[in-house]
């Protein structure tokens, strides 16, 4: 007997009221704590907070709650809720020359103006599963050394001393484009391109800059420096007519020195490429830096033959709120249009039955 | 010029480090905007409208946000009317606007959302289809999206809608001049499986350059023996844009020609608001000796016995046993209560 499609209402509320049972999980365990979350799974935060394009380790570390670890649907959720709110500004440039660096490592100089400073890093860790972890040990506390006083330069700039590099775009008064209030149209300045990328999805940006090592659109890159630290972030007050301090952010910078340049008229330089990720997300700001590189390639004069090479591509297919909506929208029910298949399918392979029928 | 440009920046002085003050310099295009959103219209939109503030606003003792009337806030609706605008002046044309993030997931229908949102007042009364259906579930979720962050009437009675949101069919009772149809739209590029390039598509239309569409509908006859296309089958309106009308069956193309009500497409991921206005020609495209037809069905439904209508295929044992219902359960419904019974409505209540 056929039984209406009803009683979606319902169904909806109990799914959701079992999805909160789910995600509480056995309840003699105590929960989870926001605090916790953001204390001890900070990596993920960061992540969230990134993608999410929403600096707020708290509520990140809701939504990573409320996903439950999902960090996918968690960048969701900040998302949704970054969306009502009201944009009044944006900031000055944030100087990451003047960045209170935590971790800042060069490969492309063994020592340098203010060293090298490895921070926290499981680079040369051995990954080797630690069951002391599964309680709660007691650990020493981290080594310290006064301040070095030392100005701690971009290697960028030290390279620009000399003219190696390609000097950092003038700094102009054209307004900081926002593809988050405008749509993205094509060809996209560099701008938006990095405000893609910084939102974009690590995996999909990973997957890319790897392509560009392995021959999909090369660029020979170096890593002329990783750093990892906070910095103020300031904005115009029209009002004051100055610049205020409006608070502080972590972030890692990666500036990746690739392939010269050089011309008839112009002799050669390094180029860069730029990853700038909230919070503590190295592998998110290198590969971040080798596809702004990579989408170089036409400003550039190179050819454009490598997916990460191609901006249409890349950007239109970078954001991971986008890619699993559209990939899981393939659940809602489509039986309107599967029943018009069915319909031509059924009837085209009647013709060719009645046809082979009339030839016997 | 943008489109948000005196009233993306307010004062910083008057700001709040988390909420939002009234829009400045005036209220937007339409008649819902602005004052009416301090009223007890939705339980979201609570008494911390604080000083008269739409958009989102951090409630500081409850510490519980509240959003403005249909979600989105002043500003992001008069973006979208003006898209919807532009749209209804260039019938078929995309409109690029800069679409929101949505509290439900991109190609769920966040266009037609946002498009709904915009053009929704007080006294609309709102009807939410999905597949025809009002109680599918994406269906049953948007309506409660808007009866909670509105507090607009709702309906399943598609004559008792002034404003009705759809994925995937037209209700079979043809649609009014006070009617607005809202469609949500996946992929809005009518080329783009053609050419996938944004760049590459929009200079097709600006050139009327549509021998691309031609060849492929062709090469479908030369292939198969049809067109092969059964849902979102191309159309060209007014005579100029070739359009995608969503993924709704061919059937239902007839019933966008010359409708008296105001058809609106979204796609939300895309970023592309279309409009047909009122009286549009909308023509399917085909080729003299291989006319465009709809869909037929065999029998009639199976509850109420309708005929000319969609029908869904229900498939009801393992041996073959199977049966065809409307699509459009509205329709069904309506007509069950007028007396109207196909064969297994005995079966059935």
């Known amino acids: 007997m056929y039984v209406a499609v009803k009683g979606g209402e319902q169904a909806i509320a109990a799914a959701h009221r079992l999805l909160a049972h789910e995600r509480r999980g056995d309840r003699s365990v105590p929960a989870l704590t926001l605090a916790q979350i953001a204390e001890q799974l900070t990596l993920a935060v960061d992540r969230v907070m990134a993608e999410g394009s929403l600096y707020d380790r708290d509520l990140a570390a809701l939504a990573v709650k409320q996903a439950r670890g999902d960090l996918i649907e968690a960048i969701f959720l900040l998302r949704a809720y970054r969306t009502t709110l009201p944009r009044f500004g944006f900031s000055r440039p944030v100087d990451t020359a003047a960045m209170l660096v935590r971790r800042r490592i060069s490969a492309t100089f063994k020592d340098l103006p203010g060293g090298q400073c490895l921070g926290p890093t499981f680079d040369y860790t051995h990954r080797l599963l630690d069951p002391l972890l599964a309680g709660d040990p007691d650990l020493p506390d981290p080594a310290e050394r006064p301040a070095d006083e030392t100005a701690m330069p971009r290697v960028t700039d030290l390279l620009n001393d000399e003219g190696l590099i390609e000097p950092d775009p003038a700094e102009t008064d054209a307004p900081v484009g926002d593809l988050t209030r405008e749509p993205l149209s094509f060809p996209a300045d560099r701008d938006l391109r990095l405000q893609a990328l910084a939102r974009g999805d690590e995996g999909f940006l990973l997957a890319l800059g790897y392509s560009t090592q392995r021959g999909y659109g090369r660029t020979h890159p170096f890593v002329g420096e990783i750093r990892l630290g906070d910095v103020e972030v300031e904005i115009d007050v029209p009002e004051l007519g100055f610049s205020v301090a409006i608070g502080r952010i972590t972030v890692t910078e990666c500036q990746m020195v690739t392939q010269f340049k050089g011309s008839a008229k112009a002799p050669p330089a390094f180029t860069r490429g730029y990853g700038l990720v909230f919070g503590h997300q190295e592998r998110k700001a290198m590969a971040m830096s080798l596809v702004d590189r990579a989408l170089r390639a036409g400003d550039l004069g190179e050819d454009r033959v490598a997916p990460a090479q191609d901006e249409e591509f890349v950007l239109s297919h970078s954001d991971n709120v986008q890619s699993t909506g559209f990939v899981e929208h393939l659940k809602l029910p489509h039986y309107v249009d599967f029943q018009a298949e069915l319909d031509l399918i059924r009837r085209m392979r009647a013709e060719i039955a009645a046809r082979q029928e009339a030839a016997e | ?349």
Not at chain 2, 117 to 125: E, K, S, T
Request: glycine fraction near 10%; include cysteine; charge should be negative.
């Open chain 2, 1 to 349: 010029m943008t489109d948000m440009d005196d009233a993306r920046f307010p004062p910083l002085s008057n700001s709040l480090p988390r909420g939002e003050r009234g829009p400045v310099g005036g209220s937007g295009a339409g008649a819902d905007a602005g004052v009416e959103l301090n009223g007890a219209l939705s339980p979201l939109v609570g008494e911390s409208g604080r000083e008269g503030a739409p958009g989102a606003v951090l409630d500081d003792q409850a510490n519980l946000r509240t959003y403005s009337f249909a979600y989105l806030d002043e500003q992001t609706k008069r973006m979208i009317r003006r898209a919807i605008l532009k749209g209804i002046a260039i019938p078929g044309y995309q409109v690029p606007f800069a679409s929101r993030e949505m509290p439900m997931p991109y190609g769920w229908g966040t266009g037609g959302v946002q498009v709904t949102a915009a053009v929704l007042g007080p006294d609309d009364v709102l009807k939410v289809i999905d597949q025809g259906a009002d109680d599918t579930t994406n269906a049953v979720a948007i309506r409660g999206f808007f009866q909670k962050t509105a507090g607009v009437a709702t309906t399943t009675r598609t004559a008792d809608a002034t404003v009705i949101q759809t994925r995937h069919r037209i209700p079979e009772r043809t649609l009014q001049a006070h009617q607005i149809l809202v469609y949500q739209v996946p992929i809005p590029e009518p080329l783009r499986y053609l050419e996938p390039r944004e760049t590459e598509t929009r200079k097709l239309h600006g050139l009327e350059e549509y021998g691309l569409m031609h060849v492929k509908l062709y090469e479908d006859i030369a292939r198969h023996g049809h067109i092969a296309t059964t849902y979102a089958y191309p159309v060209k309106v007014e005579g100029r844009y070739i359009m995608d009308p969503s993924p709704t069956p061919k059937f239902d193309n007839p019933k966008m020609h010359r409708s008296k009500a105001l058809q609106l497409f979204g796609a939300g991921r895309e970023k592309r608001i279309y409009a047909v206005p009122p009286h549009t020609d909308v023509v399917s495209l085909d080729f003299e000796d291989h006319p465009f037809r709809i869909q037929t069905f065999k029998e009639p439904c199976a509850l109420c016995g309708a005929e000319g209508v969609y029908l869904d295929e229900v498939i009801l044992d393992d041996r073959g046993g199977r049966m065809f219902v409307c699509s459009d359960t509205d329709h069904c419904e309506e007509r069950r209560a007028e007396g109207h019974r196909g064969a297994l409505s005995g079966e059935s209540r």
